[in-house]
């Protein structure tokens, strides 16, 4: 979230409309139409609920507004428009404010298949369908409070809870393992991977020495997940979202961070 970025967030005019060259259009409708398929069976039941409200278009990138009132009638969430790159302090307050910030550019041809930043595609496709169900949407807003009075320090664990949730969860449910993390669902890659991938440990998020585990796990944003952590249904995050977080937190930091299961980044030769 604070790293240098080629993005830059594209104005929308003085009626809040975003004017996507056809080239962005075509790129929105290349990831859609490879996404929406690896959707049945993969993505969890609220998650493909959300998407036939939200209705999102194939030929063009959506405008903000058309996902608002779908999110407003729904959970009485929003999308804000954001540049490419913003502070936690302002993403928690977004959050915190049912507001989902949303970076209006969309990855180049040449990143087709993998890049760092949030575009739109991740956000709006992976993330928005989730955000019409008042379990999710909750959480979210709640986790948005929790770290805006949260510290410096404390804020680096919990956004391992946000990763291992609201972008790379999984659901353990009774028709199988399903996904309801944004960060895979924008992936072809990854939706696959964080269901068969061998390797992959998945562990359960149900209650609350799992989530101080969670608190403690190390991630990387720049490969595929060693590690999922997995609901078993969508209220789980409600539980979550009542415990005393912040006393979690305190507990991971006494406890210390678990060992990463990746290999250190290479060291970038300059
Ligand atoms: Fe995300």
Redesign the pocket.
């Known amino acids: 979230m604070s790293k240098a970025t080629k993005y830059v967030s594209k104005a929308a005019d003085e009626n809040g409309f975003i004017h996507w060259t056809d080239e962005e259009n075509s790129i929105w409708q290349a990831l859609i139409k490879r996404q929406l398929p690896l959707m049945e069976g993969r993505a969890c039941d609220e998650f493909i609920l959300g998407l036939e409200k939200l209705n999102l278009p194939l030929d063009r990138v959506p405008q903000l507004a058309e996902v608002n009132e779908v999110l407003l009638a729904t959970t009485g969430w929003r999308c804000e428009q954001v540049p490419a790159l913003i502070g936690f302090e302002k993403f928690f307050q977004l959050l915190s404010e049912k507001k989902f910030p949303v970076a209006t550019f969309i990855r180049s041809k040449e990143e087709f298949d993998y890049l760092q930043e ?1 575009d739109i595609f ?2 709006l496709f ?2 928005c369908a989730m955000l019409t169900n008042p379990a999710f949407a909750k959480f979210t807003q709640a986790y948005g409070e929790i770290g805006l009075a949260a510290s410096k320090e404390d804020r680096v664990f919990l956004a391992r809870l946000y990763w291992f949730t ?2 790379f969860g999984l659901m353990k449910t009774n028709d199988g393992l399903r996904i309801y993390g ?2 895979i669902l ?1 992936s072809p890659g990854e939706t696959k991977y964080a269901l068969e991938e061998g390797t992959a440990e998945r562990r359960f998020l149900t209650n609350e020495e799992q989530v101080v585990d969670v608190l403690r796990t190390p991630y990387r944003i720049d490969i595929m997940q060693p590690i999922y952590f997995m609901i078993e249904k969508m209220s789980d995050l409600d539980a979550i979202r009542n415990l005393d977080l912040m006393a979690l937190v305190e507990q991971a930091k006494a406890l210390g961070l678990h060992k990463p299961k990746f290999p250190p980044k290479e060291k970038i030769a300059s």
């Open positions: 949030p991740h956000e992976g993330h609201v972008e944004g960060g924008s």
